[in-house]
Structure formats: structure tokens, C-alpha cells
């Protein structure tokens, strides 16, 4: 491994300089959280592609068959890396987004009637550079493995020459200007008001009958883009409007992927694990006492934590699955987060790694989260299906890195917009409970959609 510092760059500069690399990942903490979003990561031209697609795997365009997980633990256990503590935890490993739709790889489950756009259900590029962004110590380092070079002598050359290359790239490349992302945007959804709330009558009916006691049903946004649409001007503006700690920003060919993520999925640092679910939402006032109101409401709501605990104790069972017995524990139960445009209700849930386990078996216990699913989660996933009708896609995957030593921290794929050709794609949703009122459910699908809405300079009443 070769490390190599560089004087401070903002890391979205750092990104602007490297926007036109290929397959560029960038996992960026731009919210400036004290604990949350202390490092930010930038990658791209990666030595090795790991895809999945039909539920087949493949590796730089080559199908292998077998399940998709092993494949994929077994892809990374060709580039062991002992880990650095004194480090950024991403020191060089695999980046990129896990959708959806792979439940369908863990559970029997039918294919939902629209597959969406048609996009892979993973997509994971191997990165033998990254560039590391400490935030409160504003340092800028690029650490260098020499992957995929297995002779040591070799993989030491290349870990230099690719650590220099890229220092040369961000010290030369003119970094590109932000623009206007777009004209206003026609937004259509495949839910209406009325559709909505019957949908919400509906799995309120079902909770009532005993068939599930939660289930998360999401509304799809879609708009076609002009020739003119930048993505990269997209991603600036929402981050500029809804700063995340775990946002991310994707390009890899055609598709893009613009992420202001405020949940972590699960994190991996040597043994310790940590998910963070979010359940209860209430939108933000721009006056500070109303503010402050709001979020007392949502602390004290029977509804919100009764939301958050049913998923609380799902993600106890999960991973439990994987866990060394009697170490998973909740040291906050939903406790308030604050964000640009709503207020949340977030619990922490911690366990101890068994030995005999990895990152990619935790991510396959737990996968996906809970908190976008519902509870039983293989029942709220038919139900999701049945209602939806629609493949959800990256929305409610992961998105995030799991390095060569075995650390990883991954990112529930939410407040996330995905173009692919002219069309752009977002999802919000509602965790809906015996206790869901419908209109209100239905609002807070649009209190998260907003920032979204005001990214692209639209008005959230054109989504119809």
C-alpha cells in the first residue's frame, strides 16, 4: 500500500476535477456531521466491475455462476489488505450500489409487474485508488493498494504510479463550473393523492386482518430530461440543499445516481457493527418556535415510535443472525435527528461480528433494511410488490464501500435520483402502521420529496 498527501481540496472541487473519469464513485459526507460525516471518498476508473443482473453475477462483463452474494465475497477475498487504523476506514476496495430488487437473490418472491428502467440490480466497481477526505482535520489523502498486480514488486510500482497519476489529475485538471441542471421538470407519479391514500386503506386493512404489522409504501416520481441536462449540476444543487452524511454521487456510463441519504445501513470497523434505521418524519417550519414544536410532536408521537420500535426489533433479529449471541444492543432508541427539510426519529443498533462472518454475510442477513421494508419483512416485500407494481430498483439498495481489510459502511438508497437515458427516477415513501392516518402519510411522502423537487427548480404541486 502506498499513501501519498495532498493539500486540502474541497471534496466537491476534488470531484469536478474528476468528473469525466469513468466510473466515478464519490461517498460524501456533506452534511459536516461531528460523527457521521467525518470522511468523505472519491474514486474512478476501477480495475474490476462486479454486476448483477436477472439475479446473474458476473465480473468485468463475464458470468459466474452461483449466488450473487458468494460471488461476491469471493471476487473480494482475491485482494486481501491488512488494515491501516491510523487510516480512513475506505483504504482501496469495492464501491457502488447494491438495489433493491435483490431481495429477489434471498427470498421467493414474484417480479414486480414494471421492471422500472431496466437497470442492474448491482453494480459494484473494485477501486485500487481512493482518494480520503477528513473533514475536521481537513486532510486529503490518497491511498494506493497496486491491486490487481499479485507479484509484490509489481503491485508496489503500480501502487505509486496510480497514486501519482491521480495526484496529478486533481492538481491539473481544470475543475468543471456547476450549472443549471435544468428547465422546470414535469413531474408524473405513479401514485396520485387519491391512489395514495387508498394505498395506505389498504395495508391499514391488512394490519388490522393480522397479515403484517407495518409495511413501507413508496410513490415514483418520473420526468423526462432535456438534451441539455447536466446530472453533475444536479447532484451540486441538492447537495447544496439537502446536505447529507451519507450522499453520493454515481457515474457509471449512462446512469447516474444522485444520493442525499441521511441513513446509514450498516457499518462494519473490525468486529463492531452499526445500523442506524430511520422511522417517524415530520416536516420542518421555517419559523423556529413552530420548529421546535414539530419536533417535540414527533418525539412524543405513539404512532412514530411505535413505527420505529417494530423496525428496531427487526434489526435486532437481523442481526442477531450474525452476531456473537447476547452483543446486540440499542444504545438510542429513537432519538431525533435533524435535517434541511424534516425532522426524524433515528435508533442505533450495535452488535459484535462472529468470527466465522464477513461484510458481505452481515449485508445478507440484513438485506434489504428494515426500515424501507416493514415488519415481517418477507411479508411487507409482497405486499411492497403488490401494491407498487413497479421495480424500486437502486431506491432502498445500499450504496456505499466495502474495503479490501474487510471494513465496510453502507448507506440506505433514499432522498435518491437516478437518470438513465432522459429519465430521471425518485421514489419517497411511508412507513405505514395501524395507527397511519392517510392524508397525513401521503404528506410526508411529499415533505421528503421536496428538496428533490426544488433541486431540479420545480414545484412539488406539478407531481400529479
Known sequence: MYMRELQWIEPIDAMRRLAERANLTFLDSSAGHETLGRYSYLSCEPFGTFMVADAQASWNGEIIKGDPWDVLRALLARFPQVHRPELPPFQGGAAGFLGYDLNGTLERLAAPAISGQGLPQAIVHFYDVVVSFDHPFQRCLIVSTGWPEQDPAARADRARSRADEVAELLASERPRQASFPSAMVAWASNFSRRDYIAAVERVVELILAGDL??????????????????????????????????????????????????????????????????????????????????????????????????????????????????????????????????????SVITGELAMREDAVTLLKACFPGGSITGAPKVRSMEIINEIEQVAREVYCGAIGFIGFSGHMDTAIAIRTVTVSGDLAVFYTGSGITAMSEPEAEYEETISKAQRIFDAFDNDCHSAS
Not at 451540486?236 to 447516474?256: E, I, Q, V
Open 213 to 346: 404489522f407495518q409495511a413501507n409504501i413508496a410513490r415514483r416520481f418520473t420526468a423526462h430530461l432535456s438534451a441539455s441536462f447536466d446530472p453533475f449540476a444536479l447532484y451540486h444543487r441538492l447537495r447544496s440543499l439537502n446536505p447529507a452524511p451519507f450522499a453520493a454521487f454515481l457515474r457509471y456510463g449512462t446512469l447516474t445516481i444522485a444520493s442525499s441519504s441521511p441513513e446509514r445501513f450498516l457499518k462494519l470497523d473490525g468486529r463492531n457493527v452499526e445500523t442506524r434505521p430511520i422511522k417517524g418524519t415530520i416536516a420542518r417550519s421555517a419559523d423556529a418556535n413552530e420548529d421546535r414544536r414539530r419536533a417535540e410532536l414527533l418525539r412524543a408521537s405513539e404512532k412514530d415510535r411505535a413505527e420505529n420500535i417494530m423496525i428496531v426489533d427487526l434489526l435486532r433479529n437481523d442481526l442477531s443472525r450474525v452476531c456473537i449471541a447476547h452483543s446486540v444492543e440499542v444504545p438510542v432508541l429513537c432519538g431525533l435527528e435533524t435535517y434541511a427539510s424534516v425532522h426524524h426519529l433515528t
